[in-house]
């Protein structure tokens, strides 16, 4: 799913009772390595902020689209939770096809 400035995937990981994981991609487009890591590291926080967000087994990568100026953390947050509706069914899509997995191996 896209928001302005990230493009959310959202796929199972590996244990469904495992916490859910971030991934972070930022390429050059975004900026210096400088830039690239404030993002990143904005980007975490978020992560943090909104764990009540992401089911546990799910993975997420998020991948910077366009450099984020002067972002703050909590317009991370608000930009993820304009996207909530979305991001709910796609956590609850991962999670069921995470759960699907692990039924299937046992």
């Known amino acids: 799913m896209n928001t302005n400035h ?3 995937v959202l ?23 400088v830039q690239r890591n404030r993002a990143k590291r904005i980007i975490r926080a978020a992560f ?3 764990r009540e967000l992401w089911l546990p087994g799910v993975d997420l990568v998020v991948i910077v689209k366009k450099p984020l100026g002067d972002l703050k ?3 991370v947050v608000r930009e993820w939770e304009s996207a909530l509706p979305l991001i709910k069914k796609r956590v609850k ?5 995470c759960a699907g997995g692990s039924r299937e191996e046992q």
């Open 48 to 50: 943090c902020v909104t």
């Open 11 to 33: 796929a199972p990981g590996p244990a469904p009772d495992q916490p859910a994981r971030l991934g972070i991609t930022a390429s050059r487009r975004i900026g210096g390595a």
């Open 73 to 75: 953390r909590g317009e």
């Open 6 to 8: 990230f493009v959310l």
């Open 93 to 97: 899509e991962a999670a069921a096809a």
